[in-house]
């Protein structure tokens, strides 16, 4: 079975970076793309940052400029940092993985930015 372990989170100050960091493990034949998702309370799940194979990438408008991503095939695993962090930026943050059979969500870790 295929799990996603995320680590990373919690209370951020403004202004401050956030990293995240996710895991996969299990039977995984071929990874498509990993990345981040979030969602915040009321709203819809929205694209935080995917790298696809070949190290394609893709960024959400309201990270775009302020965010890095990586992502380690031998480890299954990807990681993001968002700098200069905002109140808005409060969500939960999924890691996600696209197969060519499927999609793999992680179980979400809550982020919020407070002073």
């Known amino acids: 079975q295929v799990s996603l372990v995320e680590s990373g989170g919690g209370l951020v100050h403004p202004g401050e970076s956030l990293r995240l960091s996710c895991e996969a493990s299990g039977p995984i034949a071929s990874i498509d793309a990993m990345g981040w998702y979030r969602q915040a309370p009321g709203n819809q799940r929205e694209l935080v940052a995917r790298i696809g194979y070949g190290g394609t990438t893709n960024y959400g408008t309201s990270v775009k400029g302020r965010i890095a991503i990586s992502r380690d095939d031998a480890e299954s695993s990807v990681n993001i940092q968002i700098d200069k962090m905002k109140p808005e930026d409060t969500a939960v943050y999924y890691c996600?993985?696209?197969?060519?059979?499927?999609?793999?969500w992680g179980q979400g870790t809550q982020v919020t930015v407070s002073s």
């Open positions: 996600y993985l696209a197969t060519r059979t499927r999609d793999y």
